[in-house]
């Protein structure tokens, strides 16, 4: 018994789907095993933003053929709501830091003013004497992630005044990477700083853990705390200056100026 080849030919398909499919790797497949997230040179994440910008086209009733009718003043006031959401970003991310640490520092104060005579599986005392420690672990670990997404978004900030400069047929260079007196980078200062005094008390408790009788145990936290701040900094302002090279902000506006 023998079987048919499978055919070829791809099939039809519908016309909200034929210019998606002109800009996918392997066209003649038209399936999700086409598009290759590993490509070099930032090419899928160009991909998808061509796919989607398709989209965003069709849903506004613009042509399918020809070049793109989104207009310059369109792309910029899309890169305005872009800045403020990120800034809306950026202090949420600051505002969820504070609430939680005042969170943290709230209960643990309760819980060490609790009383000791009730029946628990874990008796209370070990609970009112490890939950500062936990309570500062937690407010470093956390800082660590609020400078990070300081950092998202300084980044996409930047981008997106580049895009608007080159939109107004200004230099993109133009745009300040740190400063020392801008809000971001003060906001940084305050998340790395919060985070040091936070490691600083966690490493005081568990160098008195380790020894009782620890000498120069208040220098050794101190350095600690001064490490963590320091690092922060220095992760912000090399990652931001890395980042948003010239180099990458030309690339990044060449690619998003050539037209499919």
């Known amino acids: 018994m023998s079987t048919q080849p499978a055919s070829t030919t791809p099939p039809s ?3 909200d789907l034929v210019d998606v499919v002109k ?3 392997h066209p ?3 399936t999700a095993e086409s598009f290759d997230v590993k490509t070099d040179g930032g090419h ?4 998808v933003d061509t796919i989607e910008q398709i989209g ?3 849903t506004a009733g613009f042509a399918q053929r020809g070049p793109s009718q989104v207009t310059p003043a369109m ?3 899309h890169c305005s709501r872009t800045i403020h959401q990120l800034v809306t970003d950026r202090n949420r991310a600051v505002g969820i830091y504070l609430a939680v640490a005042s969170l943290l520092i709230t209960a643990s104060s309760a819980m060490l003013n609790a009383n000791t ?3 628990l599986i874990v008796p209370l005392q070990e609970i009112q004497r490890w939950c500062l420690p936990l309570t500062f672990a937690a407010l470093t670990v956390l800082a660590v992630f609020v400078g990070f997404l300081l950092i998202r978004t300084r980044v996409g900030l930047i981008y997106e005044v580049a895009k608007m400069n080159a939109l107004l047929g200004l230099p993109i260079g133009r745009v300040s990477r740190v400063s020392p007196l801008s809000i971001f980078f ?3 200062a305050f998340i790395g700083l919060a985070g040091g005094a936070s490691a600083a008390v966690f490493s005081i408790f568990m160098i008195y853990l380790a020894d009782a009788q620890a000498a120069y145990a208040t220098l050794w936290a101190t350095l600690t705390g001064a490490v963590v701040t320091v690092a922060l900094l220095v992760l912000y302002v090399g990652t931001v200056c890395y980042t948003t090279s010239d180099r990458r902000l030309q690339d990044a506006h060449g690619s998003s100026t050539r037209q499919p």
């Not at 899928?44 to 991909?47: A, C, F, R, T, V």
């Open 117 to 119: 005579s009730a029946d």
């Open 186 to 188: 003060v906001m940084q």
């Open 23 to 25: 800009h996918v790797p």
């Open 75 to 77: 792309r910029y006031l």
């Open 28 to 30: 003649d497949e038209g």
């Open 44 to 47: 899928s994440e160009q991909l």
């Open 13 to 15: 398909l519908p016309p």
């Open 56 to 58: 965003e086209e069709q």
